[in-house]
């Protein structure tokens, strides 16, 4: 008879250890730490966080190319690409970390695409340097965490 309930995969099962203790199956992904803030993202981006009067701020605000609110939408998509490539169970205390950065990744490489076109396919420029640590540091990702999901 079936609970309804998804069955995990082997891996996630409770491992019982030589003294008797149970290590418990890794949770489900934290959102909120794994989910880049706009500082995350213009510290990727330093050239882009500047007022029309050239007046470096360090971060996107209501001034910049692209705003605050502009970067944390591309945020949210970087999040959601990411996401879909890894398994929704993740041990956070090693994860979390690394997963951010890959999403603090994408988002600058949308940050460039979007609002720098003209500039995005430049060889050397911005947008290729973040679109390759992207692709690496994913991959890297994905060949380290149980059960993620290789997209090339």
Known sequence: MSTGAPVLPPFWSPITQSDGSTLAPPGAIDLAQVTPTVDDVAILCRTRTVHDDLTEVSTFDSETRPTDVECQE??????????????????????????????????????????????????????????????NELRALQGLIPLATYIA
């Open 74 to 135: 591309l945020i949210s998509q970087a999040l959601g690409e990411v996401l879909v490539a890894l398994p929704p169970n993740v041990d956070m205390t090693l994860w979390a970390s690394p997963i951010r950065r890959v999403i603090a990744l994408r988002a600058a490489g949308l940050v460039e695409t979007s609002f720098y076109r003209e500039q995005a396919t430049a060889p050397a420029g911005p947008a290729a340097a973040h679109a390759a640590a992207f692709a």
